[in-house]
Nanobody, 118 residues
Framework: QVQLVESGGGLVQAGGSLRLSCAAS??????MGWYRQAPGKRRELVAV???????NYADSVKGRFTISRDNAKNTVYLQMNSLKPEDTAVYYC??????????????WGKGTLVTVSS
């Protein structure tokens, strides 16, 4: 059973930094990434990393956030710098299966809250 366990959320002042981590159990994943959902808004992509090193970011976080991935540990990180109040959201780890039995299947973590105070 695939499990994604996030850590690293919390309260930070505007301009500060946080690092999120997501450790995935068991499987091989095509992509691993981060989404976020602010109150009253839809869940949106923040950043994604493929197994061959391709990365993609939402325009709103380019230049401030960096996604990295340790394939050996099945772990993905999100370094968030220059945080803004509008970055406040629940951040969800996402992984997409790459094995024959779960190719293309989405897996989600439970989410970690990031609050940026002004």
């Amino acid at each position: 059973q695939v499990q994604l366990v996030e850590s690293g959320g919390g309260l930070v002042q505007a301009g500060g930094s946080l690092r999120l981590s997501c450790a995935a159990s068991g499987n091989i994943f095509r992509t691993m990434g981060w989404y976020r959902q602010a109150p009253g808004k839809r869940r949106e992509l923040v950043a994604v990393s493929t197994s061959d090193g391709y990365t993609n970011y939402a325009d709103s976080v380019k230049g401030r956030f960096t996604i990295s991935r340790d394939n050996a540990k099945n772990t993905v990180y999100l370094q968030m710098n220059s945080l803004k109040p509008e970055d406040t959201a629940v951040y969800y780890c996402n992984a997409v299966g790459a094995s024959r039995g779960d190719y293309g299947v989405d897996y989600w973590g439970k989410g970690t809250l990031v609050t940026v105070s002004s």
